[in-house]
Structure formats: structure tokens, C-alpha cells
DNA sequence: TTGTTTCCCATATAGCCCCATGGTATCCCG
DNA sequence: CGGGATACCATGGGGCTATATGGGAAACAA
């Protein structure tokens, strides 16, 4: 699960490490999924699991669905597979860091099932405009009811 | 349950004993989910379970949906999962203590599912506040109207 | 060649893990 | 009922290892 957020540095290679954390949350992988935001300035990115999940997910629309094969356009078309050097890092290519605005920092946020890049600053503005939105949505966390065994301790 | 409050001290190293009384209601996981509180100068803090309860609920909307990228930045995004050492303690990070404002001592308070670390001053303020609200709304706890099988006794 | 990308090695720092100690409450046995 | 022994708890410190980051050599493209 890529959990909590850390900020590190883009060398002049355009080289960033992958947090620890986060790379665990890979596991033994040694690749990431990266892709431009849909919607946001920033980069996101996921383990293998995630894709497969996109993909199992496309595979329910039929064969030439157009609307398939938009989303597998966006989708599959716009993601790379970037390798892990030894010390965990990625090189992020142009295209990229152009539609984070990243230069010399990088934010990594995790978001559970995947993560997202931000150049920090930009990063900071779009978090109030997304707790804004957490908060009127935290009805939809719903608390599960207690399993028996749960209660023992 | 997290139940009752404790203080305990912070060493040279940002580091916390978690009462006993709490390591056992996280279970023998050995680790807890610490988070800046949502609205109050303090920390929050679970055992996995929770986490779990909010992943589960994320999981249950669409992959791309907004709500649940907004959902999952401030959750997952501001969490850590930080691991226990042998003595039962946790190190809290710079950003903790900050929001916080936690330097020497630390207040631990049990709000059942999860609980709570404030500067033990700034809790005494808090719990005044508290206090005094609920003092001012007292007059929401209703007597409930006796049915007339009770009565008749 | 020259510039660019990929791989591998090097190093300082900081975080983690383990060991140690003193204090306290509890239990048990006399 | 008293005293000691014991288990557990809070806290202190040191050493080691993983991590982040810099740099260079080798492969590749133009």
C-alpha cells in the first residue's frame, strides 16, 4: 500500500528515488508504472497490480467499443514501464516532468493503490482544493461491522 | 479499545512510548497508523485495522473516480505506519510534532477506535473548550418518553 | 566524434534495531 | 499481613545497515 508522502530530489540525470516505502509497496519488482495525470499537474504511477486491474477492467467493454478504445488510448498509451536502478531510482524522460513542472524537487504522495508526483509547491496549492473535497465526501467511508473474533481482545 | 489517557515523554530522538494499555488493543501488529488530525493541533493514531476499514471503503468506488482520489490523498497521503521498537515506541516525525507542537511530554487519549497525542498543555485548553460546549448543550440530551408497558409496573 | 542514455560503484547520513537500566506494580510465599 | 521476588514498563544509548544521492564508465544514437 503506498501510504504517506516524501519529498526527493531530481539530479541533473532527471534521475528521483522511488521512496523506500513505496518501493516495497511495488515489491519485488524492480519497474514502476508511470503516467500523466488525466486531470491533474502531475505525474502518477502504480505497481504491476494496478494496471492489471485497468486492464481487467477495459476487458469488460466490448472488443471495439470505442469508448474502449479511448480509455486504452489514455490509459496503456500514455503509461511507461521505467526500470529501477540499483539505489531505486527512475528517470523521469521530458514529456513527464513537463506536465508535473518538476525540476529540482519531486513530492511523492501515496494514495493507496498508486502515487502521484508533484512539484511541491503546485503540491501544496491542490491539497486544499482536494481536502475540500475529502471532507464532503467522508460519508462515504463507511465503518464495517465487527467481526466476533475481532471483539475478543 | 483505545480507553483512558496517558502521558509519557518524548527523548533526544523524537521517540514515545505507546502506553501498554494501547499496544495491546492494537493487537500484536507491530506497528500503528499515526496521521495530523483533520482539525484539531494534534495526532491521530490507529491500529491496522481502521486502515484497513478505510481501504476497504476507498476500494468500493470507481478506479478513476475524483471522490476517491480526494479521498485517498488526504488518508493515505498524510498517514505513516510507524514500526514499534522492542520497548513498545514509535519515533514521531518533524511534521507530527509540528502539527502538534509536541516537544517534551506527549498526552495520550483513547477515543475507542482510535486515539489521540496532543502537547499535554494544549489538550488542558482543548478539553476546557470541550468542555464548555458541552456544558452549553446539555440540553440535547432528551429524556426519552416512557412507554406505557413500562409504567405500568 | 559528440551528446545521450544505461548501468555500476562510492559515500555520508540518518533511521532502525538491539541491548541495557531503573523504577513500579503485582503476585506469591512465608 | 509483610516482604521479597518477579514480571512488565518507561526510558537511555550505541552501533550497524539501508537509503538517498553523486559521479564515472560503458553502450548507443545521431
Redesign the pocket.
Known sequence: MFLSS?E??V?A?KR??I??AFRKAIGRADSVFLWPSLDKPCIEGAGQRLMEEFDASMSELDLMDPRRIALANYIMGEARQA?L?????V?LDAELLAVAGVSEKAKFVGLGDRFQIWEPAAYEGEKAKMRALARENLGLLKAKPRRPEDAAE
Chains 1, 2 share one sequence.
Not at 85 to 89: M, W
Open positions: 516524501f526527493s530530489s539530479d540525470k528521483v528515488s521512496p523506500a526500470k536502478d540499483e539505489g531505486g531510482r528517470v
